[in-house]
Antibody, heavy 117, light 106 residues
Framework: QVQLKESGPGLVQPSQTLSLTCTVS????????VHWVRQPPGKGLEWMGR???????SYNSALKSRLSISRDTSKNQVFLKMNSLQTDDTGTYYCTGTGSSGYFDYWGQGVMVTVSS | NIVMTQSPKSMSISVGDRVTMNCKASQNVYNNIAWYQQKPGQSPKLLIYYASNRYNGVPDRFTGSGYGTDFTLTINSVQAEDAAFYYCQRIYNSPTFGGGTKLELK
């Protein structure tokens, strides 16, 4: 059974760095892609970036300068780090899995992050 | 960058009605489109992939169509549980979501 679960701090201060972890089970990170998607309160979905099965990464151009995605295959974990957080980075952050098909068929439950002092 | 535009932004319909919502890509995306349903407090769920393929377990009242730049999600005989936000997405490369359509029941 494929599962993804996000974890991380619920509150981050402005200008600080957000660190989130996506722990996966039921599949190998060396055969599946993991993406990060976020959603501000009451707004739509925004693709943030991707860790491919082969270790390559790609990022939303609007976030690229602040965003880094990495992984630890031995722990079945994918990490998101985003610096210089502002209040408009507040929202729910999801990790989601795709195979070579490209569509997001597995989603985590999401983690709510609030940027506030 | 490809922009995905959904219309209408919201719609209010009655149980049993047929509803059609649209998604327009700023460039040709062939059939590389997915549709997702999201209910309040829940993660999005995949409904349709490659523009017209129903995902596992999705009721057959949900139908996707289109190719190139114009796509449609149709729900035949809407049920109360279909009240949700619906998002289209260009898949592959830099996946991009549309702004969403909110479906409300009268």
């Amino acid at each position: 059974q494929v599962q993804l679960k996000e974890s991380g701090p619920g509150l981050v201060q402005p200008s600080q760095t957000l660190s989130l972890t996506c722990t996966v089970s039921g599949f190998s990170l060396t055969s599946y892609n993991v993406h990060w998607v976020r959603q501000p309160p009451g707004k739509g979905l925004e693709w943030m970036g991707r860790m491919r099965y082969n270790g390559d990464t790609s990022y939303n151009s609007a976030l690229k300068s602040r965003l880094s995605i990495s992984r630890d295959t031995s722990k079945n974990q994918v990490f998101l780090k985003m610096n210089s957080l502002q209040t408009d980075d507040t929202g729910t952050y999801y990790c989601t899995g795709t195979g070579s098909s490209g569509y997001f068929d597995y989603w985590g439950q999401g983690v709510m992050v609030t940027v506030s002092s | 960058n490809i922009v995905m535009t959904q219309s209408p932004k919201s719609m209010s319909i009655s149980v049993g009605d047929r509803v059609t919502m649209n998604c327009k890509a700023s460039q040709n995306v062939y059939n590389n489109i997915a549709w997702y349903q999201q209910k309040p407090g829940q993660s999005p769920k995949l409904l349709i992939y490659y523009a017209s393929n129903r995902y596992n377990g999705v009721p057959d009242r949900f139908t996707g169509s289109g190719y190139g730049t114009d796509f449609t999600l149709t729900i035949n005989s809407v049920q109360a549980e279909d009240a949700a936000f619906y998002y289209c997405q260009r898949i592959y490369n830099s996946p991009t979501f549309g702004g969403g359509t909110k479906l409300e029941l009268k």
